[in-house]
């Protein structure tokens, strides 16, 4: 029987099951990573929280979530999102392994900035297998940004104390975003195969009718088929194409409805329903914007 997911709801309640002092500040707190140990007996338990999580760690520490599991080399940084469940798969003893953990109440970016745009950093919607690899610079450019934190967190707090911790959590996202780009390049030859295999995947579901027995491929679909998830998929196709995988789905739908109109005596309502598209003025509204025509005047002047 599965063990009951645990909830830290507040940085507090983080402390008190870690079995840490209280914290100095309440919507934000940075862990040392060496201070942290279970035993066997947290094996298998389950966790979740209510704050966002960015980690650096320096070797595996034994916990998966998503739906994937990876024992870490040296300078991997991860991020959870709140609501995010992961797992213990063995314990940890003191000093076991190196690094930091970085977590913040979204109380403490609520109207900020930073809180309005929170969700553009897709990364902490990544699988753990999709984790960040820092060089040594880019661990030490993190880590100097995570000590001013902690010295501000240190202080006591004033008018000022949010805006300072904010920006800097804001940019060390940034500077994710750049380390992202950097790893996505270096892999450059692996998102190629990645692209064949999303363009291998539309094909072979369009030839199988799955258009009208399940409707339109979704991001998921690809995604769990090429092992990744969906925002990571979408982040290198964007990196890779300039197109996400949304954009990739109808541009493919759009390429087999041009071939339709042009070749099937079908009213543009029955193609739009062998694409799976449930309403035809949908159908007609990207077709459009795709092509700059309607279907009717593209199959008219063509």
Known sequence: MDKEILRSKSIAELHIGMGLNKPTHPLISIINT???QYGEEFVGSRFTSDLYCIALKDKGCGI??????????EGVLLFMAPDQVYTVLRSQQLNEVQGWMLYFHPDLIRNTPLGKIIDKYTFFN???HEALHLSEREQETLNQIVNLIQSEI?????????????SNIQLILDYCVRFYE?????????NSDVISK??????EYYLKNDLIESGQPTIEYLAGNCHLSPHYLSD?????TGRSAKDHINDFLIEKAKHLLL????????????????YPHYFGRLFKQKTGKTPQEYRRLN
Do not use: C
């Open 182 to 190: 950097r790893q996505m390049n270096t892999r450059s030859a692996q």
């Open 236 to 240: 290198l196709l964007t990196k890779e």
């Open 198 to 203: 999303v363009e291998t995947l539309l094909k």
């Open 154 to 166: 240190k202080e006591r707090i004033d008018n000022h104390s949010q805006q300072v911790l904010v």
């Open 34 to 36: 060496a201070d942290l």
């Open 263 to 278: 070749s099937s005596p079908d009213s543009v309502s029955g193609i739009a329903y062998s694409l799976g598209f449930n």
């Open 64 to 73: 998966d979530y998503g739906r994937n599991h990876y024992d870490f080399n």
């Open 126 to 128: 990544y699988e753990v």
